[in-house]
């Protein structure tokens, strides 16, 4: 049997406590592990949302949909945050130009701060 929830949370830090708990919700009967697992994957997409895609709170929307058919979880994350080119901070943006070159500097997020 399959089963599907969806929901729409605000790209807020205060909503990562709900996220986790409609995420536990969705999944629930499922092995205690796989329900932590997802909500870690899910937590970090929504917190790099909020904190780089964003640049912090807002009322942008953050689509949710679980879904679980026998032991088997899907997870659709949408939001409206601009793409992140993760090769934009490097020196080059040559595709052809070595990792290294393309990708950010160690550290480059090292000021980051969960609350």
Do not use: K
């Not at 599907?4 to 986790?20: C, K």
């Not at 592990?33 to 807002?58: A, M, P, Y």
């Not at 949710?64 to 997870?75: F, G, K, N, R």
Request: aromatic residues 8%; proline residues 7%; charged residues 25%.
């Amino acid at each position: 049997m399959r089963t599907e929830q969806t929901r729409r949370f605000r790209a807020r830090l205060d909503e990562a406590a709900s996220v986790s708990a409609f995420v536990e919700s969705s999944i629930a009967g499922v092995p205690s592990r796989l329900i932590r697992r997802v909500q870690l994957v899910v937590e970090e997409l929504f917190v790099n949302t909020v904190t780089h895609g964003h640049g912090g709170d807002c009322d942008a929307p953050v689509d949710i949909s679980v879904s679980l058919e026998d032991e088997h979880v899907t997870v659709v994350y949408e939001d409206t945050a601009p793409a992140f080119d993760p090769f934009a901070g490097g020196e080059s943006s040559d595709p052809a130009a070595p990792l290294e070159a393309r990708a950010w500097p160690v550290g480059a997020l090292a000021g980051f701060r969960w609350p």
